[in-house]
Structures are given as C-alpha cells and as structure tokens.
T-cell receptor, first 111, second 116 residues
C-alpha cells in the first residue's frame, strides 16, 4: 500500500515570504503528482500537477519533483493571507485507479 | 453542469438508519470517485467508476457501504445501518480523462454526514 507523508504543521510564514511544503511517497513507480489546496470547510481544489523531475512553475507556485528521493515539494512565493489553507499532496495508487492523499500541511500566512 | 454537484449538503441521521448520498458529475466526465474525510483525517478513497467498466470498490470500509452509477452519470452512495464512525464529509469527484490519475480531478462541495 502506498503511503504519502506530509508534515501536518501548522507552517506559519509572514506575508511576502516563501512557504515550502514537502511531501514524501513510499514507492518508486508513481508517474504523476498533484498538489491540492483545501480551505477550511471547503473541498479540495487542484492547484498543481507535475510529472517530470525538476521544477514546474505556475505563477507564484513552483512544484519540485525528485523521483530518486521520492520527494515532491510546493513552494509558494510572496505568500499572501489568502494562501492560508491546508495543502494536500496526492499520488496515484498502485492500480492507477485513484489518487492517494496525504493528510495535508496547514499553512498560515500572517499579515 | 458547471461543476460536480452533491446533495444533500448536510445530513443528520440516527444511528442504525440508512442514508443515500447523491453525486452529479460534470457533464461528459466518465470517471467518478467517492472519498470521505473525517475530522482531522486525510481523504480516504472509497470507490471509483469509469464508464461502463466494473467499479473499483477496494476502498469501501465495510459491506454496509455500496454505490451505484446509473447511465454513466449520476452516482448514489448508500450507507446502511449507519454508525457514529460513519460521520464524515463525503466527497465526490469526477474527471474527463480515461486516466484521471494522470490529470487529477475536480471535487464537489461534499455532503457532511452526522450520525447521532
């Protein structure tokens, strides 16, 4: 059974700083990786996907993947209070039929 | 529709009663998922439907849980003889792609189930 591990936090950063969120996964065959954002009381929304080693940038968000180390991270530059949420890392299960989610890291950005 | 629609948004039921939760996926989406999220817990996969293929039921926690998808569209998750540990937010998601784990998927707003 695959496992996806995230530090639950909370991770607290001041407005304008870089927030770094990390995720490790237990097997080496995963090909796609996702970051979801979940505001309190809301459902998760997809914010980033990454498939290849290296970095992928989308606006203030950068996803970083290192398959050899089984590690994926999300960097949020110029953090805003509106970024305060729980960030969920997800990878496909072994059958490739569903995503397995980590328990999420709670980010708090103070103004 | 414009998004994944779930109903009801909230459901309070007495222990031992049966409940039905409904999901209407985005029009044209062939893949449909049910997850549940308990307080302080992560998202737990329950069941996956893809087109007319047999569903992947590997995540259903007990035989009290069942789901069906009619006409390749609307899905109903049924929980029989509800227990207090069934209290959670039940989330439905859908995807347009044959390999939704390659592209991620879109969640509905969820049904908050409380068993008293």
């Amino acid at each position: 059974q695959k496992e996806v591990e995230q530090n639950s936090g909370p991770l607290s950063v001041p407005e304008g700083a870089i927030a770094s969120l990390n995720c490790t996964y237990s097997d080496r065959v995963s090909q796609s990786f996702f970051w979801y954002r979940q505001y309190s009381g809301k459902s998760p929304e997809l914010i980033m996907s990454i498939y290849s080693n290296g970095d992928k940038e989308d606006g203030r968000f950068t996803a970083q993947l290192n398959k050899a180390s089984q590690y994926v991270s999300l960097l949020i530059r110029d953090s805003q209070p509106s970024d305060s949420a729980t960030y969920l890392c997800a990878v496909p299960n072994q059958a490739g039929t569903a995503l397995i989610f980590g328990k999420g890291t709670t980010l708090s950005v103070s103004s | 529709g414009a998004g994944v629609s779930q109903s009801p948004s909230n459901k309070v039921t007495e222990k031992g009663k049966d409940v039905e939760l409904r999901c209407d996926p985005i029009s044209g989406h062939t893949a449909l998922y049910w997850y549940r999220q308990s307080l302080g817990q992560g998202l737990e996969f329950l069941i996956y439907f893809q087109g007319n293929s047999a569903p992947d039921k590997s995540g259903l926690p007990s035989d009290r849980f069942s789901a069906e998808r009619t006409g390749g569209s609307v899905s109903t998750l049924t929980i029989q003889r509800t227990q207090q540990e069934d209290s959670a937010v039940y989330l439905c998601a859908s995807s347009a792609y044959h390999s939704p784990t390659g592209y991620g998927y879109t969640f509905g707003s969820g049904t908050r189930l409380t068993v008293v």
